[in-house]
């Protein structure tokens, strides 16, 4: 993890304010929604979060600005004290001084199986990174957790069908490998679905965690509404006037619904039940389509209605 500081582009001496709006500068050029096929955009972004909530909160900003904990908010190495290591002979090297060793030496003693220096350079305490040997992590480096691999934010197209039946649909990752993933019953928008394994790799430990946003794909179907969904259904001017049996499409696949004569169009019929996860209602409008091309009947009938039996439909 970089110096919060630098990653959100402001100065050590910058106000709550200036934090607050670099932050969200950065969040809406990275955003995950704004950038779904980028990978660098998705890392770039959980960095700017990751360093806008150190610096949001004022304890942790003062004691990383004091240096006690890094850009991780880990604690930064110390050194011993005289009841620790410094105090044991064992280890001790030759010409070492009484007042014990310094944090630099020991992380020497301690990496002298390992070719003298952990992997990525050993530095001392003033700052950067720094080999704790009682847990065997680098803290201050990204993915410090056990040197656990950084996670990464995939997002997920969903179609409000798949949604419903809790589907498994695949899921392109950065890498280009695609996997199959199981929705969560009644899964909502922006829920995030975590793939254990499936983030970054780490040459020291595990690799991280794949977070998978879900977003629903626009429909041409249905209108989500909530829980409940609407549809349009077409129907042929002498099924409105004399009604009809016409299928129409739900989320479970496609029921026989009964059209009375005369029916009133400008109000939707409720299918109770049928919505987002049984949840919700389905409302179906219907939509009177006319006969392409004009007709010379249809027109001689709309005359004479219009001049023998006139009737309002709006004020």
């Known amino acids: 993890m970089r110096d ?3 990653v959100l582009g402001v100065s050590r001496s910058a106000s709550e304010k200036d934090i607050k709006s670099a932050y969200r500068k950065l969040a809406k050029k990275y955003h995950p929604d704004q950038n779904p096929d980028d990978p660098t ?3 770039k972004f959980s960095e700017a979060t990751h360093a806008y909530d ?3 909160d004022a304890t942790k900003r003062a004691q990383f600005d004091r240096g006690e904990i890094d850009a991780e908010g880990n604690p930064r190495f110390a050194g011993f004290g005289n009841g620790g290591f410094a105090g044991a002979s064992r280890g001790a090297r030759p010409g070492a001084g009484t007042g014990g060793f310094s944090a630099e030496d020991i992380l020497k003693e301690f990496m002298s199986g390992f070719g003298g220096q952990p992997r990525g350079g050993a530095r001392s305490s003033a700052g950067g990174a720094q080999w704790d040997p ?3 992590t680098t ?3 990204a993915g410090g957790r ?3 691999g950084d996670d990464i934010i995939v997002n997920v197209a969903v179609s409000l069908e ?3 039946k809790a589907a498994s649909v695949p899921v392109r990752m950065p890498s280009g490998k695609v996997l199959s993933v199981k929705l969560p019953d009644k899964v909502e928008e922006g829920q995030q679905i975590r793939l254990k394994g499936q983030g970054s790799p780490s040459p020291f430990g595990e690799p991280g965690d794949a977070l998978v946003t879900v977003r629903f794909e626009k429909s041409k179907t249905f209108r989500k509404d909530g829980h409940d969904v609407r549809t349009d259904v077409p129907v042929t001017l002498y099924e409105a006037v004399l009604g009809a049996k016409v299928r129409v499409p739900t989320l479970d696949g496609s029921v026989e619904l009964t059209l009375p004569p005369g029916m009133d169009t400008s109000k939707a019929f409720r299918l109770k039940g049928k919505g987002l996860y049984g949840d919700g209602d389905l409302y179906v409008n219907i939509r009177v389509v006319l006969p392409p091309g004009g007709d010379a009947d249809l027109e001689a009938l709309a005359r004479f209605m219009r001049d023998q039996k006139p009737y309002k439909v709006r004020d």
Request: net charge neutral; proline share 5%.
């Open 162 to 164: 798949d949604a419903h």
């Open 146 to 148: 056990m040197g656990k």
């Open 41 to 43: 955009a998705h890392a």
């Open 4 to 6: 919060p500081y630098t």
């Open 54 to 56: 150190l610096l949001n």
């Open 139 to 141: 803290a201050g480096s």
């Open 134 to 136: 009682f847990t065997g």
